[in-house]
């Protein structure tokens, strides 16, 4: 089993960065494709941005392709999600969602294992 906990949300004017983080408990860390969803209020969760296992391999929304990248360091078990040109339409609920090898990268949520608790991102205008 693996834990996720999400950190670095927090408020930002439109414009700014962030870089969030999401640590993972247990020696299998490596083995889970890892993915970024999001959620805001009244709407539905969505995908943002996927990473391989290990060899790096990339997947993005056409929402924040360019403008998003999503990292990994296996060492320390952390999953990264950097954000430039944040928008107020990218305040949501971020989680980051772990999913076995097998499906590939995926957007498919329904394909992830293991969730955090998520953590709230807010772009003002």
């Known amino acids: 089993q693996v834990q996720l906990v999400e950190s670095g949300g927090g408020l930002v004017q439109a414009g700014g960065s962030l870089r969030l983080s999401c640590a993972a408990s247990?020696?299998?860390?490596?083995?889970?494709?890892m993915g970024w969803f999001r959620q805001a209020p009244g709407k539905e969760r969505e995908f943002a941005a996927a990473?391989?296992?290990?060899?790096?391999?990339?997947y993005y929304a056409d929402s924040v392709k360019g403008r998003f990248t999503i990292s990994r360091d296996n060492a320390k078990n952390t999953v990264y999600l950097q954000m430039h040109s944040l928008k107020p339409e990218d305040t949501a609920v971020y989680y980051c969602?772990?999913?076995?090898?097998?499906?590939?990268?995926?957007?498919?949520?329904?394909?992830?294992?293991?969730w955090g608790q998520g953590t709230q991102v807010t772009v003002s205008s």
């Open positions: 969602a772990a999913a076995r090898r097998l499906w590939g990268i995926t957007d498919e949520h329904t394909k992830y294992l293991y």
């Open positions: 247990g020696r299998t860390f490596s083995t889970y494709n």
């Open positions: 990473i391989s296992s290990d060899d790096g391999n990339t």
